[in-house]
């Protein structure tokens, strides 16, 4: 069937199954609240509103043209072939098992990526690290940046997962404006790798920015 959220917000709290269409409408938002939403490959999301991911599991198998997404609790998984055009990631889990490119522009200001698959700034897109809140990597993602990373606020990167391998690779630029730490922590004993074949900068800070318990190539 069709669902279509035209004005205030549609909060789904409890699960679900869909191989339907949800269209919101600019100024309208569609909240996924809790449970675990499963949107198979039949499914299809659109709109000019808003995506809010606050609790739960929500699966995207289909079709996802939503122009814009927020996470703040709960967990996104996105194993459809699709591309995310504005990404913002407060708290709760982005943990894509393929790839998943973003188009426009992503924050992330606190919470986690994880999953096995690939978070991909593509050239042209930009992924703003900001905020005082530490941004946390587990399982075994890609952070693949083909376009600008940008790296401000207090807020540390640190990964923590045992047996496992994150893997940074930064093939456009990326800007650290701050004074902070990169690290995989201590307690684990995953692999954190950091390549770079485009430009590390380090512009802003007077101070020393650490790139901890990691190989830099």
Excluded: C
Aim: hydrophobic share 35%; glycine share 18%; proline share 3%.
């Amino acid at each position: 069937g069709t669902t279509e959220v035209q004005t205030g917000t549609l909060a789904l709290n409890n699960g679900g199954s869909s191989t339907g269409t949800f269209a919101v409408s600019g100024g309208a938002a569609l909240t996924f609240g809790g449970g675990a939403h499963d949107l198979a490959g039949a499914s299809t999301v659109s709109g000019a509103g808003a995506v809010n991911v606050t609790a739960g599991t929500v699966n995207i198998g289909g079709a996802y043209t939503a122009s814009g997404t927020v996470v703040n609790g709960g967990r996104l998984n996105v194993s459809s072939a699709v591309s995310i055009g504005a990404l913002t990631l407060t708290s709760g889990t982005v943990g894509p098992p393929g790839p998943l490119p973003v188009t426009g522009t992503m924050d992330w200001t606190g919470g986690l990526l994880a999953g096995s698959g690939s978070l991909v700034i593509d050239p042209g897109a930009e992924l703003r690290l900001s905020g005082d809140t530490g941004k946390t990597v587990a399982e075994s993602p890609t952070l693949d940046n083909r376009g600008t990373l940008t790296w401000t606020g207090q807020g540390d990167v640190v990964y923590q997962q045992d047996a496992q391998t994150f893997d940074l690779l930064n093939s456009g630029t990326f800007e650290i404006r701050n004074d902070r730490l990169m690290y995989r922590h201590a307690v684990f004993n995953g692999t954190f790798t950091f390549t770079n074949t485009g430009t590390v900068r380090k512009l802003v800070g007077a101070g020393t920015s650490s790139l901890d318990q990691l190989t830099f190539t």
